[in-house]
């Protein structure tokens, strides 16, 4: 059986818009993510049980449980309580989001640890508030911390944002699902459709590099 490049090169602008609307997906999860990770890595380094527990309970929830099923409860049994259909890409980044900000607060959870207690004495000592400290002193640095896990969230989230493809939304493993129903070539599409996630993948490490390079020379100046 011979690879026919022809049925690639035919079927490559439907898959080439499947991969932008998995990078859109992608882009808009992580998005969401960072702020509800932010919001919840900060909840779980409270001193609050009210706000500390909540979150912990939540992040170990979607970390425990499979994004498949997250996003079969948000489009398939949400509607049932809310009384309508919810949209696919709707409950696509949705779900992601959710999904996102669990693993993402995990990473500032650590990345806040790893600063010195004495930043946050410093902050305080010098008349600043507990707020004004974590957001001009803890959390910069912090942030630098954490950009290369956050890389491979976003690589993560954008492998497993295929999940979505159970729902009917057409990013590219569901593109190359629906080429693959209409020509029946199997392994010319899926070497494709492969070959796309590995350039993308490929393309977010190289940024994600590139920051931290960027981030490293400014901190030596």
Not at 15 to 21: D, E, K, M, Q, T
Not at 97 to 104: F, V
Not at 195 to 211: A, G
Request: charged share 15%.
């Amino acid at each position: 059986m011979e690879f026919d490049i022809s049925l690639v090169s035919n079927s490559l602008p439907l898959l080439l818009r499947g991969a932008l609307l998995t990078l859109e997906i992608t882009a808009l999860s992580v998005g969401f993510g960072l702020i509800l990770g932010l919001i919840l890595g900060l909840s779980q380094l409270a001193k609050t049980p009210l706000l500390r527990w909540p979150a912990k309970v939540y992040v170990d929830f979607i970390r425990g449980t499979p994004l498949l099923i997250q996003i079969f409860i948000i489009y398939f049994a949400l509607p049932n309580l809310i009384g309508h259909r919810i949209d696919p890409f709707i409950a696509a980044v949705t779900a992601c989001s959710l999904n996102s900000g669990a693993y993402i607060a995990e990473i500032f959870r650590g990345g806040i640890q790893s600063i010195s207690q004495g930043q946050m004495r410093a902050g305080l000592s010098l008349g600043m508030t507990y707020g004004q400290t974590m957001r001009y002193i803890v959390l910069p640095q912090a942030f630098k911390r954490i950009i290369p896990p956050l890389g491979n969230e976003f690589i993560a989230m954008l492998k497993d944002s295929s999940l979505v493809s159970v729902i009917g939304f057409e990013e590219l493993t569901r593109s190359g699902q629906l080429v693959i129903a209409e020509t029946y070539a199997t392994i010319e599409i899926w070497t494709a459709v492969a070959l796309l996630y590995l350039i993308m993948t490929l393309s977010i490490s190289q940024i994600v590099r590139f920051m931290e390079k960027r981030f490293r020379l400014s901190d030596e100046r």
